[in-house]
């Protein structure tokens, strides 16, 4: 049912922007997918040397300090207290279920399906922007997760140690529906009602991670953050084709 209901939102979504943008005419056929494949690609690569080139603009590090504060904070005074604060098994599984509907790869991918069955290139290339900020922002987070090593919230006794054997930091559905969103909202910022949906949508994907027992509320934290920076870069820079 929540993935139905996600799957009409993005449809509605997509209606409403091919509605409102000019259609620029390009056929979707072999070789143009081809093309466009081999973009998205590129642009994988882009978002990952993205990450470190985006968290260290000035502009970025006037709220990227105060996050890394607040995730200091949440790993030595919240992360265990809330953890154990969850105890309901049928509040875990109904958060993981949602959690895992796994709605923002559908949407890239269905993004651009449709900017190619209705030749709208912007639509189209935005779906693939889509897809590499959240392959770009899920390899960094890899990465990030073998680095750390982080226990996860179910590991007895649930202290979250780092370098305990986990990969609980930072949450990589955090990251990833994020970076979706950044990508939507930086490619149609004055459609707010679709860039605040997106995020909405990210946040409901992302928050899920904690009363489900899958991460600590400072995993979350730095995943969103992550896939922000990922998103936002990628979504403002090497645009495809004109709206």
């Not at 005419?25 to 690569?45: D, H, L």
């Not at 993004?111 to 935005?126: E, P």
């Not at 054997?165 to 979706?180: D, E």
């Amino acid at each position: 049912m929540v993935e139905r209901i996600l799957l009409v939102w993005f449809l509605l979504a997509t209606m409403g922007v091919m509605a409102h943008a000019q259609d620029a005419k390009k056929p979707c056929n072999v070789s143009g997918f081809a093309r466009q494949t081999w973009k998205e690609t590129e642009q994988f690569g882009d978002g990952l040397k993205s990450v470190p080139r985006a968290a260290i603009r000035p502009e970025n590090l006037i709220w990227e300090l105060p996050v890394l504060a607040a995730t200091g904070v949440m790993i030595a005074k919240v992360d265990r207290p809330a953890a154990n604060r969850i105890q309901s098994t049928s509040l875990q599984q109904t958060a993981s279920l949602w959690s895992n509907v796994g709605m923002e790869l559908g949407s890239g991918a269905l993004g651009y399906g449709v900017g190619c069955g209705y030749h709208h290139s912007y639509l189209r290339d935005t779906g693939f922007k889509a897809l590499a900020a959240m392959g770009a922002a899920g390899t960094v987070d890899l990465g990030l997760k073998l680095a750390f090593n982080r226990e996860f919230p179910t590991t007895p006794p649930g202290a979250g140690k780092f370098w305990g054997g986990g990969r609980s930091f930072p949450s990589g559905h955090s990251a990833t529906s994020f970076a979706f969103a950044a990508v939507v909202a930086h490619r149609y910022p004055h459609k707010q009602w679709l860039k605040w949906s997106a995020y909405a949508l990210a946040a409901g994907v992302s928050l899920s991670r904690y009363p489900a027992k899958k991460h600590f509320p400072s995993d979350i934290l730095m995943g969103a953050t992550l896939g922000y920076v990922t998103g936002a870069y990628l979504g403002d820079h090497y645009p495809c084709a004109t709206r």
